[in-house]
């Protein structure tokens, strides 16, 4: 059995990506995601199993580099561009949810809790209220 080849892994900006963050937060008000502070990156060659991550800036690195928090949120070009619009809008509610309220760059894990703090309840909320609130933004078809 042959080894498999290692390959390095290529990091590009994602303004397309960028462009669906935006929208989603508009469409979700999500007044605490600040778009300024968030970054977005297309990766390629990754053996990661994920379809896309989420890295924050933690506060000993804030400190470090006399820097603000920031978010990256990186989309597995193998895996996520072959999805439809709708899981790909999933993925990235996914990562935002990540982002806690006080945008501290730090990230909310996934605990698994009963309640609303519960992960991906708070997950699953996020999509249903956009698909709500998408179906109300398009227009009607001419008959």
């Known amino acids: 059995m042959r080894r498999k080849k ?3 892994v290529e990091w590009k900006s994602a303004p397309d990506i960028k462009k669906r963050v935006l929208h989603l937060k508009k469409s979700l008000n999500l007044e605490w995601v600040k778009t300024s502070s968030l970054y977005c990156f297309r990766s390629l060659n990754s ?3 994920a379809y896309a991550r989420i890295w924050g800036l933690s ?3 804030q400190l470090a580099l006399k820097q603000k928090p920031a978010y990256i949120i990186e989309v597995l ?6 999805l439809s619009e709708r899981e790909k809008d999933r993925i990235l509610l996914h990562e935002i949810a990540h982002i806690p309220k006080n945008f ?3 990230l909310l894990p996934h605990i698994r809790r009963r309640g609303k703090r519960n992960f991906h ?3 699953e909320e996020l999509f249903a209220h956009y698909q ?4 109300l933004e398009r227009p ?4």
């Open 132 to 135: 709500r609130s998408t179906v």
């Open 59 to 61: 506060k000993i690195w």
């Open 47 to 49: 053996s990661s199993r």
């Open 104 to 106: 501290s760059g730090s």
């Open 140 to 143: 009607f078809k001419n008959r």
């Open 77 to 82: 070009s193998e895996k996520f561009d072959n």
């Open 6 to 8: 290692w390959v390095n």
């Open 121 to 123: 309840d708070r997950v």
